[in-house]
């Protein structure tokens, strides 16, 4: 690393840290040259490649932007989709691929998302995958309820009410 002050082609590293929800590295140096200290910050950028084949850098605040539509009226706040952001970056990070395509972004929010709200799961789901009938829902909503089933979860409270007000 080049001192930015006398530019000396060498530097020691005093300290390394995780920033930003670990997305980064913040290093503090010194330069065994003039003395000086300076830090850095790294980050390895990852790009994504859109369906015209466009690439343009990962935005975890695009990523909110389309799941907060999709939990539009549900009770998931602000904090649950900040996490599920982070769960989602950190898995296509944890990829370790440069460039990842926008379909896998999409298949990388989908489970976590499953796991915060069924409804808002649904939402997403039919617009990602561009579901264009009412099979394509009830196919979906069948494997909720079969995977619901299997683990011997009970259906959440306002459902039970409303099968039973039936």
């Known amino acids: 690393m080049h001192c ?8 020691r590293v005093i300290d390394s840290r ?20 300076f ?8 790009s994504v490649i859109k ?7 990962f935005s975890r605040a695009k990523v ?3 799941v907060r539509k999709a939990c539009q009226g549900r009770p998931v706040t602000e904090d649950d989709l ?22 896998e972004v999409g298949m990388a929010v989908l489970e976590p998302l499953r796991e915060l709200d069924e409804v808002a799961y649904l939402r997403f789901a039919s617009v990602y995958q561009a579901w264009g009938s009412l099979e394509d829902f009830e196919g979906a909503i069948a494997v909720l ?12 409270i306002r459902e ?5 007000q039936q």
């Open 4 to 11: 930015p002050f006398c530019r000396y082609t060498d530097s």
């Open 18 to 37: 995780t920033t930003d929800d670990g997305t980064a590295i913040r290093r503090r140096r010194q330069c065994p040259e003039c003395n000086r200290r």
């Open 39 to 46: 830090t850095t910050l790294e980050t390895s950028s990852l």
């Open 51 to 57: 369906r015209s084949g466009a690439g343009e850098p």
């Open 64 to 66: 909110l932007s389309g």
């Open 82 to 103: 900040a996490l599920l952001a982070q769960r989602v970056e950190e898995s296509i990070r944890g990829q370790g691929n440069a460039e990842i395509e926008a379909h």
């Open 145 to 156: 309820r079969a995977e619901r089933d299997a683990v011997g979860q009970e259906p959440p």
């Open 160 to 164: 039970t009410k409303l099968h039973s």
